[in-house]
């Protein structure tokens, strides 16, 4: 990856960083960790991987992105806004009354939204149902799916696994956000995930394990992936839940914390202070 590319994902992923935390400190609650988790995968995709034109979401060539992680929605919200789906001002409405963001994606309200998530494990089974209509179509689109590590305690996740391994769907590429926690602790202590990357390549996968905050690794893996026919596909993204903001990495409950306090708003204030900064100096190294 040439050097300008990889400012220019650095830029987007830092852009769509600072809104997460902006919109969620300016709504006073929200999926805050989980979020900042993808922030890099979701800069990689909207910003060179992922086939789509803002002025016309439902282009039918268009790849698909299936968050079966709804939760983190503000992270979709903010890389679609940053790519020109919608104005950015409406990323303060989320949760508003009637809003277009709701917490959860919605397919039917937010433009460039693919499917509707949230009842976590049931968007690996819609995201192998889509993958399958496009191929049946003779489609050349891809369709990615991103799911949650404790997300995957769901069966459902799973059997879905089984039925894009035995077809092998090489136009599927499922990232699993191995960012170690849920949300009522860590993952190991829950329920032991044992080593994802043996487990999906025991179910059929061609698997790879990236550093899932840096771009030109989740770059590189999901090109390495589109060089793979016949096999299902999956990249595990090694990620730090409440990534590139160390006082929410080291927050003991960063799932969906409350900026209720005065020194929560500040943390957060100072955290989009922070990312302002680094958006500044990116976009002077570009210029």
Request: hydrophobic share 40%; net charge negative; charged share 25%.
């Amino acid at each position: 990856m040439e050097e300008k590319e990889q400012k220019e994902l650095e830029l987007l992923a830092a852009k769509v960083r600072r809104d997460v935390v902006e919109m969620l400190l300016h709504r006073g609650y929200g999926h805050l960790g989980g979020s900042l988790s993808i922030v890099e995968v979701m800069a990689v995709l909207y910003g060179k991987q992922l086939k789509h034109d803002p002025k016309n979401p439902k282009w039918e060539d268009r790849d698909r992105l299936v968050l079966s992680k709804g939760h983190a929605g503000p992270a979709w919200y903010s890389v679609l806004a940053e790519r020109g789906f919608f104005d950015r001002d409406m990323l303060f409405t989320l949760n508003d009354g009637g809003t277009n963001l709701p917490s959860h994606p919605d397919r039917t309200k937010t433009p460039g939204v693919d499917m509707t998530t949230g009842s976590l494990g049931q968007g690996c089974s819609t995201a192998a149902g889509i993958a399958t209509a496009l191929a049946k179509k003779g489609s050349d689109a891809f369709t990615y799916l991103i799911v949650g590590d404790g997300e995957l305690n769901e069966g459902q996740c799973w059997e879905a696994f089984q039925y894009i391994a035995n077809y092998k769907m090489d136009n599927l590429i499922v990232f699993i956000d191995d960012n170690k926690r849920q949300l009522d602790g860590w993952t190991k202590d829950i329920m032991n995930p044992f080593d994802y990357v043996a487990k999906m390549q025991s179910f059929g996968f061609y698997t790879q394990k990236v550093n899932g905050q840096d771009v030109v690794a989740v770059d590189a893996a999901i090109t390495e992936a589109k060089q793979h026919k016949g096999e299902a596909l999956c990249i595990i993204l090694d990620t730090v839940k409440g990534a590139g903001v160390k006082a929410f990495e080291e927050m003991e409950s960063n799932h969906a914390p409350k900026f209720n306090t005065p020194e929560l708003k500040k943390t957060a204030q100072d955290a989009v202070d922070a990312l302002n900064a680094q958006v500044e100096k990116l976009e002077e190294a570009l210029a």
